[in-house]
Protein backbone atom coordinates (compact mmCIF):
# COMPACT_ATOMS: atom_id res chain seq x y z
CA UNK A 1 0.00 0.00 0.00
CA UNK A 2 0.75 3.47 -0.98
CA UNK A 3 1.39 6.63 1.11
CA UNK A 4 -0.27 9.18 -0.73
CA UNK A 5 -0.65 12.65 -0.05
CA UNK A 6 -3.63 14.86 -1.82
CA UNK A 7 -3.27 18.99 -2.11
CA UNK A 8 -6.64 20.71 -2.11
CA UNK A 9 -10.01 18.88 -0.52
CA UNK A 10 -12.26 20.53 -3.27
CA UNK A 11 -14.74 18.35 -5.19
CA UNK A 12 -11.39 16.05 -7.44
CA UNK A 13 -9.50 16.16 -4.40
CA UNK A 14 -11.69 15.10 -1.45
CA UNK A 15 -13.20 12.24 -3.69
CA UNK A 16 -9.45 11.14 -5.35
CA UNK A 17 -8.23 10.98 -1.45
CA UNK A 18 -11.47 9.24 0.06
CA UNK A 19 -11.21 6.53 -2.80
CA UNK A 20 -7.59 5.93 -2.32
CA UNK A 21 -7.96 5.44 1.53
CA UNK A 22 -10.82 3.24 1.28
CA UNK A 23 -8.87 1.05 -1.34
CA UNK A 24 -6.26 0.50 1.61
CA UNK A 25 -3.47 3.13 1.04
CA UNK A 26 -2.55 6.00 4.03
CA UNK A 27 -3.95 9.21 2.68
CA UNK A 28 -2.89 12.74 3.34
CA UNK A 29 -5.26 15.75 2.57
CA UNK A 30 -3.65 19.18 2.35
CA UNK A 31 -5.75 22.17 2.58
CA UNK A 32 -4.98 26.13 3.04
CA UNK A 33 -8.73 26.82 4.39
CA UNK A 34 -8.61 26.04 8.09
CA UNK A 35 -12.35 26.10 8.17
CA UNK A 36 -12.47 23.10 5.55
CA UNK A 37 -9.53 20.95 7.56
CA UNK A 38 -11.74 21.49 10.56
CA UNK A 39 -15.21 20.38 9.39
CA UNK A 40 -13.40 17.58 7.41
CA UNK A 41 -11.19 16.11 10.52
CA UNK A 42 -15.42 16.33 12.37
CA UNK A 43 -15.99 13.97 9.55
CA UNK A 44 -18.21 16.36 7.40
CA UNK A 45 -17.48 17.03 3.86
CA UNK A 46 -17.99 21.07 3.15
CA UNK A 47 -19.85 20.66 0.05
CA UNK A 48 -22.40 17.85 -0.99
CA UNK A 49 -21.90 15.18 -2.75
CA UNK A 50 -23.67 11.85 -2.56
CA UNK A 51 -22.20 9.16 -0.68
CA UNK A 52 -18.76 10.89 0.25
CA UNK A 53 -19.69 11.64 4.22
CA UNK A 54 -20.04 7.69 5.22
CA UNK A 55 -16.42 7.20 3.05
CA UNK A 56 -14.52 9.82 4.82
CA UNK A 57 -15.89 8.32 8.26
CA UNK A 58 -14.98 5.16 7.72
CA UNK A 59 -11.63 5.63 6.14
CA UNK A 60 -10.81 7.90 9.29
CA UNK A 61 -11.96 5.66 11.63
CA UNK A 62 -9.92 3.29 10.20
CA UNK A 63 -6.66 5.38 10.29
CA UNK A 64 -6.27 5.75 6.57
CA UNK A 65 -7.46 9.15 6.07
CA UNK A 66 -6.57 12.60 7.43
CA UNK A 67 -6.80 16.20 7.30
CA UNK A 68 -3.74 18.68 7.69
CA UNK A 69 -3.19 22.59 6.57
CA UNK A 70 0.52 21.32 6.90
CA UNK A 71 2.40 20.27 3.92
CA UNK A 72 5.32 19.27 6.31
CA UNK A 73 2.84 16.48 8.09
CA UNK A 74 1.83 15.35 4.16
CA UNK A 75 4.27 15.66 1.59
CA UNK A 76 7.52 14.12 2.79
CA UNK A 77 7.99 10.22 2.23
CA UNK A 78 4.72 10.62 0.05
CA UNK A 79 5.21 7.76 -2.60
CA UNK A 80 2.60 9.86 -4.85
CA UNK A 81 1.17 13.33 -4.32
CA UNK A 82 -1.85 14.64 -6.08
CA UNK A 83 -2.59 18.02 -7.08
CA UNK A 84 -6.26 18.94 -6.82
CA UNK A 85 -6.24 22.85 -6.52
CA UNK A 86 -8.87 24.69 -8.67
CA UNK A 87 -8.26 26.23 -11.85
CA UNK A 88 -10.67 28.84 -12.17
CA UNK A 89 -11.17 31.47 -14.84
CA UNK A 90 -8.68 34.09 -15.05
CA UNK A 91 -9.83 37.92 -16.46
CA UNK A 92 -8.36 36.92 -19.86
CA UNK A 93 -10.28 33.31 -20.46
CA UNK A 94 -7.30 31.88 -19.45
CA UNK A 95 -7.10 29.41 -16.32
CA UNK A 96 -5.66 30.86 -13.66
CA UNK A 97 -2.45 28.77 -11.75
CA UNK A 98 -1.73 30.05 -9.24
CA UNK A 99 -3.03 27.59 -7.00
CA UNK A 100 -1.01 25.15 -8.89
CA UNK A 101 2.00 27.32 -8.49
CA UNK A 102 1.55 27.57 -4.78
CA UNK A 103 0.74 23.71 -4.26
CA UNK A 104 4.19 22.93 -6.33
CA UNK A 105 6.07 25.18 -4.07
CA UNK A 106 4.29 23.33 -1.41
CA UNK A 107 5.56 20.27 -1.87
CA UNK A 108 8.91 21.28 -3.28
CA UNK A 109 9.62 22.41 0.05
CA UNK A 110 9.24 19.22 1.36
CA UNK A 111 9.97 16.73 -1.14
CA UNK A 112 12.12 14.16 0.54
CA UNK A 113 13.28 10.68 -1.33
CA UNK A 114 11.31 9.85 -4.23
CA UNK A 115 8.32 10.93 -5.14
CA UNK A 116 5.65 11.19 -8.07
CA UNK A 117 3.75 14.07 -8.28
CA UNK A 118 0.74 13.51 -9.86
CA UNK A 119 -1.24 16.95 -11.68
CA UNK A 120 -5.24 15.83 -11.68
CA UNK A 121 -6.36 19.47 -11.52
CA UNK A 122 -7.64 20.71 -15.35
CA UNK A 123 -4.69 22.58 -16.36
CA UNK A 124 -3.13 24.80 -19.83
CA UNK A 125 -1.20 22.24 -21.99
CA UNK A 126 2.64 22.68 -20.76
CA UNK A 127 1.67 22.91 -16.90
CA UNK A 128 3.29 19.30 -16.41
CA UNK A 129 6.53 21.49 -17.57
CA UNK A 130 5.86 24.45 -14.94
CA UNK A 131 5.56 21.43 -12.11
CA UNK A 132 8.98 20.21 -12.94
CA UNK A 133 10.80 23.31 -13.31
CA UNK A 134 9.03 24.43 -10.35
CA UNK A 135 10.36 21.38 -8.21
CA UNK A 136 13.26 21.52 -9.86
CA UNK A 137 14.11 25.42 -7.78
CA UNK A 138 13.64 22.67 -5.05
CA UNK A 139 15.11 19.59 -5.71
CA UNK A 140 17.08 17.12 -8.02
CA UNK A 141 15.07 16.41 -11.07
CA UNK A 142 15.96 13.13 -10.28
CA UNK A 143 14.05 13.19 -6.67
CA UNK A 144 11.09 13.32 -8.74
CA UNK A 145 8.35 12.84 -11.74
CA UNK A 146 5.45 14.68 -13.04
CA UNK A 147 2.32 12.80 -14.76
CA UNK A 148 -0.23 14.29 -15.59
CA UNK A 149 -3.56 12.58 -14.55
CA UNK A 150 -6.43 14.44 -15.52
CA UNK A 151 -10.28 13.86 -13.48
CA UNK A 152 -13.32 12.89 -15.60
CA UNK A 153 -15.41 12.87 -12.34
CA UNK A 154 -19.13 14.50 -12.55
CA UNK A 155 -20.21 16.55 -9.23
CA UNK A 156 -23.34 14.48 -8.10
CA UNK A 157 -21.75 11.06 -9.01
CA UNK A 158 -18.24 11.87 -7.79
CA UNK A 159 -17.31 9.36 -5.59
CA UNK A 160 -18.70 6.12 -8.10
CA UNK A 161 -17.11 8.00 -10.97
CA UNK A 162 -13.83 7.81 -9.06
CA UNK A 163 -14.33 4.06 -8.40
CA UNK A 164 -15.48 3.39 -11.67
CA UNK A 165 -13.95 5.86 -14.28
CA UNK A 166 -14.49 4.88 -18.20
CA UNK A 167 -10.59 5.29 -18.45
CA UNK A 168 -7.72 6.40 -16.45
CA UNK A 169 -5.68 9.02 -18.74
CA UNK A 170 -2.00 9.51 -17.68
CA UNK A 171 0.65 11.48 -19.67
CA UNK A 172 4.66 12.02 -18.36
CA UNK A 173 8.16 12.27 -19.82
CA UNK A 174 9.42 9.43 -17.44
CA UNK A 175 6.69 6.57 -18.98
CA UNK A 176 8.29 4.45 -15.69
CA UNK A 177 6.96 6.91 -13.26
CA UNK A 178 3.41 6.65 -15.28
CA UNK A 179 3.32 3.11 -15.22
CA UNK A 180 3.29 3.22 -11.66
CA UNK A 181 0.69 5.08 -11.24
CA UNK A 182 -1.06 3.11 -13.40
CA UNK A 183 -0.51 0.26 -11.06
CA UNK A 184 -1.72 2.65 -8.14
CA UNK A 185 -4.94 2.30 -10.07
CA UNK A 186 -5.18 -1.45 -11.20
CA UNK A 187 -7.80 -2.04 -8.79
CA UNK A 188 -10.28 -0.11 -10.34
CA UNK A 189 -9.94 -2.37 -13.19
CA UNK A 190 -10.39 0.46 -15.72
CA UNK A 191 -8.39 1.14 -19.54
CA UNK A 192 -5.75 2.55 -19.01
CA UNK A 193 -4.10 4.72 -21.23
CA UNK A 194 -0.55 6.33 -21.27
CA UNK A 195 0.63 8.90 -23.23
CA UNK A 196 2.86 12.34 -23.41
CA UNK A 197 2.12 15.54 -20.47
CA UNK A 198 0.65 17.63 -23.36
CA UNK A 199 -1.70 14.94 -24.96
CA UNK A 200 -2.56 13.95 -21.83
CA UNK A 201 -3.55 17.43 -20.48
CA UNK A 202 -5.31 18.09 -24.18
CA UNK A 203 -7.28 14.88 -23.91
CA UNK A 204 -9.32 16.50 -20.88
CA UNK A 205 -9.92 19.72 -22.24
CA UNK A 206 -11.02 18.44 -25.80
CA UNK A 207 -13.25 15.70 -24.21
CA UNK A 208 -14.97 18.48 -22.26
CA UNK A 209 -15.27 21.25 -25.37
CA UNK A 210 -16.63 18.51 -26.52
CA UNK A 211 -19.71 17.52 -24.38
CA UNK A 212 -20.04 21.05 -24.23
CA UNK A 213 -20.72 21.00 -27.81
CA UNK A 214 -23.08 18.55 -27.82
CA UNK A 215 -25.21 20.63 -25.29
CA UNK A 216 -25.17 23.77 -27.25
CA UNK A 217 -25.53 21.73 -30.45
CA UNK A 218 -28.97 19.97 -28.97
CA UNK A 219 -29.70 23.46 -27.71
CA UNK A 220 -29.45 25.14 -31.53
CA UNK A 221 -32.10 22.00 -32.74
CA UNK A 222 -34.01 23.11 -29.45
CA UNK A 223 -34.26 26.55 -31.23
CA UNK A 224 -34.89 25.57 -34.53
CA UNK A 225 -37.24 22.97 -33.90
CA UNK A 226 -39.77 25.30 -31.57
CA UNK A 227 -40.22 27.92 -34.58
CA UNK A 228 -40.81 24.96 -37.31
CA UNK A 229 -43.20 22.91 -34.48
CA UNK A 230 -40.69 19.71 -34.07
CA UNK A 231 -39.99 18.63 -30.38
CA UNK A 232 -36.31 18.78 -29.42
CA UNK A 233 -36.60 15.85 -27.05
CA UNK A 234 -38.44 13.24 -29.73
CA UNK A 235 -35.49 14.52 -31.56
CA UNK A 236 -32.81 13.79 -29.53
CA UNK A 237 -34.06 10.39 -28.52
CA UNK A 238 -34.45 9.75 -32.46
CA UNK A 239 -30.82 10.85 -32.92
CA UNK A 240 -29.27 9.25 -29.68
CA UNK A 241 -30.27 5.79 -30.93
CA UNK A 242 -27.77 5.93 -34.22
CA UNK A 243 -25.17 4.26 -32.47
CA UNK A 244 -23.01 6.62 -34.25
CA UNK A 245 -24.29 8.97 -31.96
CA UNK A 246 -25.18 7.99 -28.96
CA UNK A 247 -28.03 9.37 -26.14
CA UNK A 248 -25.48 11.35 -23.94
CA UNK A 249 -25.39 14.88 -23.85
CA UNK A 250 -28.60 15.76 -25.89
CA UNK A 251 -30.24 17.38 -23.32
CA UNK A 252 -31.85 20.35 -24.68
CA UNK A 253 -32.81 23.18 -22.29
CA UNK A 254 -31.02 26.59 -20.43
CA UNK A 255 -27.51 25.59 -21.52
CA UNK A 256 -24.29 24.00 -19.43
CA UNK A 257 -22.59 25.41 -16.45
CA UNK A 258 -20.74 24.73 -13.40
CA UNK A 259 -16.82 24.80 -12.75
CA UNK A 260 -15.64 22.93 -15.50
CA UNK A 261 -17.25 23.28 -18.93
CA UNK A 262 -17.44 27.25 -19.09
CA UNK A 263 -14.10 27.58 -17.75
CA UNK A 264 -12.66 24.67 -19.58
CA UNK A 265 -14.01 25.74 -23.44
CA UNK A 266 -12.67 29.23 -22.45
CA UNK A 267 -9.44 28.27 -21.19
CA UNK A 268 -9.14 25.89 -24.50
CA UNK A 269 -10.17 28.92 -26.89
CA UNK A 270 -7.52 31.32 -25.29
CA UNK A 271 -4.91 28.80 -25.57
CA UNK A 272 -6.00 28.01 -29.88
CA UNK A 273 -6.07 32.27 -30.09
CA UNK A 274 -2.81 32.68 -28.34
CA UNK A 275 -1.03 29.74 -31.11
CA UNK A 276 -2.78 31.81 -34.36
CA UNK A 277 -5.70 29.35 -34.33
CA UNK A 278 -9.54 30.38 -34.91
CA UNK A 279 -11.51 28.16 -32.27
CA UNK A 280 -14.94 29.32 -34.21
CA UNK A 281 -16.48 26.37 -33.38
CA UNK A 282 -15.56 27.12 -29.57
CA UNK A 283 -16.68 30.52 -29.72
CA UNK A 284 -20.31 29.06 -31.60
CA UNK A 285 -20.35 27.09 -28.42
CA UNK A 286 -19.91 29.31 -25.53
CA UNK A 287 -22.48 31.92 -27.71
CA UNK A 288 -25.56 28.96 -27.74
CA UNK A 289 -24.58 28.61 -24.41
CA UNK A 290 -25.31 32.53 -23.11
CA UNK A 291 -28.00 32.74 -25.50
CA UNK A 292 -29.92 29.40 -24.21
CA UNK A 293 -30.14 31.56 -20.71
CA UNK A 294 -31.21 34.56 -21.47
CA UNK A 295 -33.53 33.19 -24.15
CA UNK A 296 -35.78 31.73 -21.43
CA UNK A 297 -36.04 34.93 -20.07
CA UNK A 298 -37.23 36.53 -22.84
CA UNK A 299 -39.69 33.69 -23.31
CA UNK A 300 -41.09 34.54 -19.66
CA UNK A 301 -41.22 38.31 -20.67
CA UNK A 302 -42.92 37.28 -23.85
CA UNK A 303 -45.42 34.77 -21.70
CA UNK A 304 -46.43 37.22 -18.89
CA UNK A 305 -45.31 40.83 -19.72
CA UNK A 306 -43.15 43.71 -17.95
CA UNK A 307 -41.42 41.72 -15.01
CA UNK A 308 -41.79 45.07 -12.77
CA UNK A 309 -43.98 43.79 -10.11
CA UNK A 310 -44.32 39.91 -10.77
CA UNK A 311 -43.63 37.17 -8.42
CA UNK A 312 -41.02 34.26 -10.53
CA UNK A 313 -40.96 31.12 -8.40
CA UNK A 314 -37.82 29.02 -9.65
CA UNK A 315 -37.50 25.44 -8.94
CA UNK A 316 -33.18 24.83 -8.97
CA UNK A 317 -30.55 26.58 -7.94
CA UNK A 318 -27.34 24.63 -8.47
CA UNK A 319 -25.85 24.36 -12.13
CA UNK A 320 -27.15 20.54 -12.13
CA UNK A 321 -29.00 17.80 -9.73
CA UNK A 322 -27.20 16.64 -6.98
CA UNK A 323 -24.91 18.97 -6.10
CA UNK A 324 -24.80 22.40 -4.14
CA UNK A 325 -22.59 23.45 -6.44
CA UNK A 326 -23.49 27.45 -8.05
CA UNK A 327 -20.39 27.60 -10.02
CA UNK A 328 -21.14 29.61 -13.24
CA UNK A 329 -25.02 27.77 -12.79
CA UNK A 330 -27.54 29.06 -15.19
CA UNK A 331 -29.55 29.82 -12.28
CA UNK A 332 -27.27 32.85 -12.36
CA UNK A 333 -28.01 34.46 -15.57
CA UNK A 334 -31.77 33.76 -15.25
CA UNK A 335 -32.30 35.31 -11.93
CA UNK A 336 -29.90 37.70 -12.58
CA UNK A 337 -31.23 39.23 -15.64
CA UNK A 338 -35.32 38.89 -14.23
CA UNK A 339 -34.40 40.90 -11.18
CA UNK A 340 -32.90 43.81 -13.37
CA UNK A 341 -36.16 43.86 -15.17
CA UNK A 342 -38.18 43.97 -12.13
CA UNK A 343 -39.50 40.83 -10.72
CA UNK A 344 -39.25 39.41 -7.23
CA UNK A 345 -37.84 35.81 -7.35
CA UNK A 346 -38.83 33.15 -4.69
CA UNK A 347 -37.18 30.16 -5.37
CA UNK A 348 -36.29 26.72 -3.75
CA UNK A 349 -33.39 24.28 -4.32
CA UNK A 350 -32.54 21.08 -2.12
CA UNK A 351 -28.95 21.25 -1.27
CA UNK A 352 -28.04 24.89 -3.05
CA UNK A 353 -29.72 27.41 -1.21
CA UNK A 354 -27.28 28.07 1.16
CA UNK A 355 -24.60 28.95 -1.35
CA UNK A 356 -26.86 30.61 -3.78
CA UNK A 357 -27.93 33.02 -1.35
CA UNK A 358 -24.01 34.05 -0.59
CA UNK A 359 -24.27 35.22 -4.47
CA UNK A 360 -28.01 36.53 -4.30
CA UNK A 361 -29.27 37.81 -1.47
CA UNK A 362 -32.16 39.36 -2.79
CA UNK A 363 -33.71 36.61 -3.49
CA UNK A 364 -36.16 34.87 -1.18
CA UNK A 365 -35.30 31.15 -0.14
CA UNK A 366 -38.29 28.80 0.05
CA UNK A 367 -38.57 25.50 2.47
CA UNK A 368 -40.25 23.53 0.19
CA UNK A 369 -41.29 24.08 -4.03
CA UNK A 370 -44.65 24.72 -3.14
CA UNK A 371 -43.44 27.66 -1.13
CA UNK A 372 -41.66 28.64 -4.27
CA UNK A 373 -44.88 28.58 -6.39
CA UNK A 374 -47.10 30.39 -4.33
CA UNK A 375 -48.55 33.86 -5.37
CA UNK A 376 -45.98 33.20 -8.31
CA UNK A 377 -46.40 35.05 -11.92
CA UNK A 378 -44.81 32.23 -13.69
CA UNK A 379 -42.59 28.99 -11.98
CA UNK A 380 -39.36 28.28 -13.88
CA UNK A 381 -37.55 25.14 -13.72
CA UNK A 382 -34.05 25.51 -13.83
CA UNK A 383 -32.50 22.48 -12.42
CA UNK A 384 -33.72 18.81 -13.08
CA UNK A 385 -33.76 17.53 -9.16
CA UNK A 386 -35.59 14.44 -9.07
CA UNK A 387 -38.07 15.42 -6.83
CA UNK A 388 -39.47 17.97 -9.08
CA UNK A 389 -40.86 14.98 -11.07
CA UNK A 390 -42.94 14.27 -8.03
CA UNK A 391 -44.37 17.44 -7.20
CA UNK A 392 -48.42 17.69 -6.95
CA UNK A 393 -48.67 20.13 -10.07
CA UNK A 394 -52.34 20.10 -9.29
CA UNK A 395 -51.24 21.74 -5.72
CA UNK A 396 -49.01 23.88 -8.04
CA UNK A 397 -51.65 25.52 -10.28
CA UNK A 398 -53.80 26.26 -7.52
CA UNK A 399 -51.15 28.21 -5.58
CA UNK A 400 -49.74 30.12 -8.20
CA UNK A 401 -51.38 33.46 -8.94
CA UNK A 402 -50.95 32.69 -12.88
CA UNK A 403 -50.01 29.09 -13.76
CA UNK A 404 -47.90 29.87 -16.38
CA UNK A 405 -44.74 27.42 -16.48
CA UNK A 406 -41.71 27.48 -18.12
CA UNK A 407 -39.63 24.14 -18.35
CA UNK A 408 -35.79 25.00 -18.84
CA UNK A 409 -35.06 21.25 -18.32
CA UNK A 410 -37.90 19.09 -19.97
CA UNK A 411 -39.26 17.53 -16.87
CA UNK A 412 -42.82 17.80 -17.04
CA UNK A 413 -44.95 16.53 -20.29
CA UNK A 414 -46.40 19.03 -21.78
CA UNK A 415 -49.83 17.40 -22.54
CA UNK A 416 -50.02 16.64 -18.87
CA UNK A 417 -49.47 20.49 -17.87
CA UNK A 418 -52.02 21.79 -20.15
CA UNK A 419 -54.43 19.19 -19.20
CA UNK A 420 -54.17 20.62 -15.87
CA UNK A 421 -54.71 24.02 -16.83
CA UNK A 422 -50.84 25.79 -17.24
CA UNK A 423 -49.59 27.92 -20.53
CA UNK A 424 -46.79 25.73 -20.17
CA UNK A 425 -43.41 26.34 -22.42
CA UNK A 426 -40.37 23.84 -22.40
CA UNK A 427 -37.22 24.15 -24.57
CA UNK A 428 -37.61 23.02 -27.82
CA UNK A 429 -41.40 21.52 -27.54
CA UNK A 430 -44.00 23.27 -29.72
P1 LIG B 1 -12.43 23.28 -5.73
O1 LIG B 1 -12.27 24.72 -5.92
O2 LIG B 1 -13.72 22.69 -5.28
O3 LIG B 1 -11.33 22.78 -4.68
C1 LIG B 1 -10.00 23.20 -4.67
C2 LIG B 1 -9.51 23.14 -3.21
O4 LIG B 1 -8.11 23.39 -3.17
C3 LIG B 1 -10.15 24.21 -2.34
O5 LIG B 1 -10.68 23.60 -1.18
C4 LIG B 1 -8.99 25.15 -1.98
O6 LIG B 1 -9.12 25.75 -0.72
C5 LIG B 1 -7.82 24.20 -2.04
N1 LIG B 1 -6.52 24.82 -2.29
C6 LIG B 1 -6.22 25.86 -3.11
N2 LIG B 1 -4.91 26.11 -3.08
C7 LIG B 1 -4.35 25.21 -2.25
C8 LIG B 1 -3.01 24.95 -1.83
N3 LIG B 1 -1.98 25.67 -2.28
N4 LIG B 1 -2.80 23.95 -0.95
C9 LIG B 1 -3.83 23.19 -0.49
N5 LIG B 1 -5.11 23.39 -0.86
C10 LIG B 1 -5.37 24.39 -1.73
O7 LIG B 1 -11.97 22.62 -7.08
P2 LIG B 1 -12.50 21.26 -7.77
O8 LIG B 1 -13.87 21.46 -8.30
O9 LIG B 1 -12.19 20.11 -6.89
O10 LIG B 1 -11.52 21.21 -9.03
C11 LIG B 1 -10.15 20.99 -8.89
C12 LIG B 1 -9.55 20.82 -10.27
O11 LIG B 1 -10.09 19.66 -10.89
C13 LIG B 1 -9.84 21.97 -11.23
O12 LIG B 1 -8.76 22.14 -12.07
C14 LIG B 1 -11.04 21.48 -12.00
O13 LIG B 1 -11.13 22.07 -13.28
C15 LIG B 1 -10.75 20.01 -12.11
N6 LIG B 1 -11.94 19.16 -12.24
C16 LIG B 1 -13.06 19.44 -11.53
C17 LIG B 1 -14.17 18.62 -11.66
C18 LIG B 1 -15.44 18.94 -10.92
O14 LIG B 1 -16.48 18.37 -11.28
N7 LIG B 1 -15.44 19.80 -9.92
C19 LIG B 1 -14.13 17.51 -12.50
C20 LIG B 1 -12.95 17.22 -13.16
C21 LIG B 1 -11.86 18.06 -13.04
Known sequence: MAKISVIGTGYVGLVTGVCFSDLGNEVWCVEIDPQKVDMLKKGKPHFYEPGLEELITRNAAAGRLQFTLDYAKAVPDSDFIFICVGTPMSDCGAAELKYVRTAAEGIGEHLEGYTIIVNKSTVPIGTGD????????????????????PEFLREGSAVTDVFSPDRIILGAVDQAAAQKVADLHAPLGAPIIITDLRTAEMIKYASNAFLATRISFINEMAHICERLGADVREVARGMGMDKRIGPHFLNAGVGYGGSCFPKDVRALAYMAEE???HPQLLE?????????????????VEMIGDLQGKTIGVLGLSFKPNTDDMRDAPSLDILTRAHELG??????????????????????????PYDAAKEADALLV???????????????HELMRKPVLLDGRLVYEPADMRRLGFQYYGVGRP
Open 382 to 396: VTEWNEFKQLDMKHV
Open 284 to 300: AVMEINTDARLRFVARL
Open 130 to 149: LVTEILSGHTDPANFAVVSN
Open 343 to 368: ATIKAYDPQAMARAEEIMPWVTYCAT
Open 275 to 277: QDC
